[in-house]
């Protein structure tokens, strides 16, 4: 398994568009996170899954946005009517339960989607 | 909420050591995590804290004071590629999960 991928890796969109970013986790991992990130700034949590139940969602989340989690295992998120606010840096991040009974439950981030709206 | 408090911006000198500095204030606490992020690429996993003390792996170290909502990571002899971004995250219970809430992260510049 070579890690957390997303696609596409860059996307340039116009206002008002509608747009779909990918990620797949490391195969084993039953836990999938998403984050914006805009310059010097560290990621903000969108929402959380676990296996397909997505089990949390940030407060400061846009009914524009939402992802889906079909199968457990890949992840789509979706923003309608993009607005220039929008433009970030969209990362994904998975890990596994598994961990936890260690303590740790590292996040593996994947190399995340950035997004220009114009 | 959570508030997450690190410098903005630390330089140093290569060979040198550095420390930064991470102050939270939370709720339902459940660990404080350290990322390395260089510029352009994704936060890549340094250290974890659960209980209170100090954690060591080669050259970088990270530090956990739970009454003080402390923490720090520390480098030793540093070198070029350490420049990059270190970001600071807490995980608290949210709802009924465990969410990492991100700190601004700290820009290191070593130069030579």
């Known amino acids: 398994d070579t890690g957390v991928s997303q696609n596409p890796r860059h996307k340039i969109t116009k206002r008002g568009q509608n747009v779909t970013f990918r990620c797949d986790p490391i195969s084993e991992h039953n836990r999938l996170y998403w984050y914006r990130q805009t310059l010097g700034q560290g990621p903000e949590f969108l929402t959380y899954f676990q296996n397909e139940a997505q089990l949390e969602k940030s407060r400061l989340l846009s009914d524009r946005f939402s992802a889906e989690r079909p199968k457990g295992s890949f992840s789509t998120l979706e923003i309608q009517r993009t607005e220039q606010g929008d433009s970030a840096m969209y990362l994904c991040?998975?890990?596994?339960?598994?961990?936890?009974?260690?303590?740790?439950?590292?996040?593996?981030f994947g190399p995340g989607t950035r997004l220009l709206v114009l | 909420g959570q508030n997450i408090d690190q410098p903005t911006e630390m330089t140093a000198t290569e060979g040198a050591i550095v420390q930064i500095n991470c102050t939270y204030q939370t709720s339902g606490f459940n660990g404080l995590f350290w990322y390395q992020q260089h510029a352009g690429e994704a936060p890549t996993f340094l250290s974890y804290?659960?209980?209170?003390g100090l954690e060591e792996k080669g050259r970088f170290s990270s530090f956990l004071s739970r009454s003080k909502g402390y923490s720090y990571l520390l480098l030793k002899e540093l070198q070029m590629k350490d420049s990059a971004s270190y970001l600071c995250a807490v995980r608290a219970i949210q709802g009924g999960s465990y969410i990492p809430t991100f700190g601004r992260g700290t820009s290191l510049i070593v130069h030579p």
């Open positions: 991040a998975s890990s596994t339960s598994r961990d936890r009974g260690r303590g740790k439950e590292t996040q593996y």
């Open positions: 804290n659960v209980l209170d």
